[in-house]
């Protein structure tokens, strides 16, 4: 009987599972398998495993001082709905690309939910060196340690970003964490929001990605 096809469940989710099969014992009067449609249909996809993929190069950020989106285009959700995140919710964002940079100029990367009054994190502005046409890729981690309106709730975030430079092809890696104790709310819906931003409008200056997922961890 193929009771937990989507992955791994809370005990809330078994018991609903275990309700399930009452009722379709009760309607039928005998043991019916249950498919995994049946269980989607009551318990929804599984809360843990891929939630967003993009599907095609993002939209190159370059010549601006401008804060800018780097999510462009996917399949899947971004967005959380009031009052669904739990205690020990755990999520990984992963993105990788390419990225030039004149240099000892300024990078800087913004994660925010709904809009930049709720910072989840931020880099900082990263001091780049020299790269042409460099592979990047970005970490970020969250966990959720309380859940409330703003001032209760708890997020806490780390980020890692890397990437190659020209001289000798010589990685640089620049790391970064947070953790939102006033405006973080998730009795509203919250929506994931990551942006760069330039230190300096040069065409020298460009960063798209080429892949970003989004997955629960815990």
């Known amino acids: 009987m193929a009771i937990n096809p989507y992955g ?17 014992n009760k309607k039928s009067g005998e043991i019916k398998n249950i498919t995994p449609d049946d269980l989607f249909a009551t318990l929804g996809p599984s809360p843990y495993g891929g939630l967003y993929t993009q ?12 804060e800018t989106s780097i999510l462009d285009g996917g399949v899947g959700s971004l967005i959380v ?13 992963y993105f990788s690309g390419q990225v030039s ?27 780049m ?52 104790n006033t405006t973080f709310d998730t009795t509203i819906q919250n929506e994931l929001q990551v942006a760069v931003q330039w230190g300096t409008a040069s065409t020298l200056n460009s960063i798209h990605s080429d892949i970003f997922i989004l997955n629960k961890l815990y």
Request: proline content about 3%; charged content about 15%.
């Open 101 to 127: 940079a004149v240099n000892n100029n300024t990078l800087q990367f913004h994660v925010h939910s709904n809009s930049a009054s709720t910072v989840l994190t931020d880099s900082g502005p990263i001091i």
């Open 129 to 180: 060196a020299g790269a042409t046409a460099r592979n990047w890729e970005l970490n970020i981690h969250f966990v959720v340690r309380a859940i409330g309106s703003a001032g209760t709730a708890q997020i806490y975030t780390s980020g890692a970003f890397m990437y190659n430079k020209d001289a000798s092809n010589n990685p640089e890696r620049h790391v970064f964490s947070y953790l939102n």
């Open 55 to 66: 599907t095609g190069p993002g939209s190159v950020v370059s010549n601006t001082i401008v």
């Open 8 to 24: 791994k469940r809370s005990g809330s989710d078994l018991s609903r599972t275990q309700d399930l099969i009452s009722t379709y």
């Open 81 to 93: 709905p009031a009052y669904s995140f739990k205690v020990g919710d755990t999520f990984e964002a």
